[in-house]
């Protein structure tokens, strides 16, 4: 058999890496110029909120399908059209004159970005032989940390000097830059899962029921709307698990998660820290704001720090994992964000120092940078070459669901504790309860995340 030619893995890793900082980018420098779009198109609140959810959307419900899809027909190819229509619609959203098309153009860039993110770790996995694979892979999720944190700094000064539509026109460059390295510098790969077939029957079944929880999770203060909906698309998640089981070539091997003890505990864990963190910015920017009357830019620069710890620590714990047992390491990163959700649970108050916030949001950062890096890797080890893509897309579809548990519990704790009350000087005591209450429960999914890890074992030699 002829030497599989991959090209330079150093042009593999930069054109990942490249986007593993604009999809994240997009997602939160958008956010910021919301207001500015909806001014100028004449959107409406739940229009705008659309804007970013379609988004999210789209991006959790074909995850894992083009995971496994760029297992069967090469990754690469994949990430390639993936970038080409990433691009072309971040260039579109930049003319776009109606804010109805911004909510196609949206919905469309997520499934670009999918198609994208879903293989990066399947592109790092297959360049690199596991002895450098952590170090790697820490440099990708640095990436995508710095995309997640420096979105809303520059799409803020860009939204102001030069309008909203820059934001989406200064990322095309990158783009085009990214499918240039993408054409020159990667060559095509060996198909993971040459000869399989793709389960669209799954795909679809998959991709509505995600969906529904997606959408009811969305609207969960609405008890009529909400909760139907996540019923359903959790009886979906169960019809599709079935389907999955009876299928010769699944779209998700069910037997994964039953005989592959480590893959499914590093995946459930995975899930639970970002059930405990992901919200935590939107809660701190309302404390900050609100109890301690920082103006926006000052909570900004507070909030800064967590992901700023969070791609340090990822920086640094790719050469650990290398040299310590990855669980080990894993474990003691989320146990690092466990302490420090619990200890701001129970010193969050008007009375707080800023000096105390900014220490608690830098240790709850570098536990999950440190967290995030080691299990990764461990969920791309843990599987055989031909699942590399399913593996990747997984790693994806948990963050999102993580996201998605994160930020419906605290929108259900709002709801008990405040009702349809604005945050007002009246109403601060019933918030400062909802945020330590938020707190407490972000603090148990993450120790529910640390006994996960804790009893994954040590990791299978493939």
Known sequence: MAKENKGSPAMILITVCIAQFMAPFMLTSVGVALPSLGRELGASAMQLGLVEQLYVLS????????????????QRKLFLAGLCVFTLLTSLLGYSNSIHTVMVFRFVQGIGGSMVLSGSMALVAAAYPP???????????ACTYAGLSTGPVIGGYVTLHFGWRHVFLITVPIGLAAIGVCLFGMKEMEKNARGEHMDWKGSLAYAVSVGLVMTGAAHAKDVLLGIPLIVAGLAGLVLFIWMEAGSSSPLLDVRLFSKNRFFTLS???????????????????????????LSPRQAGYVLLMQPLMQVAASLVVGRLTERFDITKVATSGMLASSTGLLVAAFTMGTAA??????????????????FITPNST??????ERRQYGVASGMIGA????????????????????????????QTLPAFLLSMRTGLVVYAMFSCLGVILSMGRGRKATL
């Open 353 to 370: 120092p800023v000096w105390m916030i900014i220490a608690e949001l830098m240790l709850i950062g570098a536990g999950f940078g440190i």
């Open 398 to 425: 948990m963050r999102t669901l993580g996201m998605a548990v994160s930020l419906t519990t605290i929108s259900l704790i709002f709801s008990l504790c405040m009702g349809k009350n604005e945050i007002n000087a």
């Open 267 to 293: 995946c459930l864990a995975a899930m639970g820290n970002y059930a405990a963190t992901f919200g935590l910015i939107f809660l701190m920017s309302l404390f900050l704001q609100y109890a301690k009357g």
């Open 378 to 383: 461990a969920i791309m080890g843990s599987v």
């Open 59 to 74: 991006l959790a419900m074909t995850m894992l399908t083009f995971g496994r899809f760029g297992d069967i027909i090469g």
């Open 131 to 141: 002895e450098q694979r952590a170090r790697k892979i820490g440099l990708v999720s």
